[in-house]
């Protein structure tokens, strides 16, 4: 299995942390395990028109796509988007900026930034095979925000999902639990679902 990708320049860096608050990776794997891991998830998504995004310019990209020998990165944070049979999906990460002390002579920061993806690929396929949800429904919170109405209506709709909170909850409680079940403490890092919440509290009159 191979991990096929295109390699753009990260377009929105707005939901990046302050250095301050990124740590050492804690991962050692190198670059050929986190590929396998993420072209063997991918796959079980049916995943078309892969996009890598990271923290370059695009005179750091060769032709080919792929990042110049000696280039530096702004920052190790990365956007792993794609088309797959849940509809358009973006993961972001951006928690370390190093990796682990035994990881293999080459591996990047943001190789780990990108196998902490991976692993959350993995974690959510676990959900189908252990039959906890209906099928695709732990993906609701990674959908591209394009891909879904943002209208108030939508927007708590899809915050009731996230929270998973009773019908009669009320919208307060609704956005408090979404906001704890996405917070990237208890996501090992992630921030992507901890933005779209804030981005769906925003759109109901709680930002």
Known sequence: MTFTYALRPIEDRTWMRPESKRTRSPYTAGWSKTADLLARELRHLHARNVVLQADCTESQLRLDGRLRAGARLASDAVV???DSDH???????????????????????????????????????A????????????YTGFLALEQRGTSSIDAEAELRD????????TLAQVVRAARRVSHPDVNGGMTSQWERVQHLAEVVGHG
Request: charged share 15%; hydrophobic share 40%.
């Open 127 to 138: 959900v189908d095979r252990y039959g906890v949800s209906d099928s695709g429904q732990q």
């Open 80 to 82: 792993l988007a794609f």
């Open 162 to 169: 996230i929270a998973g909170v009773p019908a009669n909850g």
């Open 87 to 125: 509809g358009a999906v973006s993961w972001r990460s951006d928690a370390f900026n190093a990796v682990g002390y035994s990881s293999p002579s080459g591996t990047q920061g943001w190789h780990h930034n990108l196998r902490a993806i991976g692993l959350t690929l993995e974690a959510l396929r």
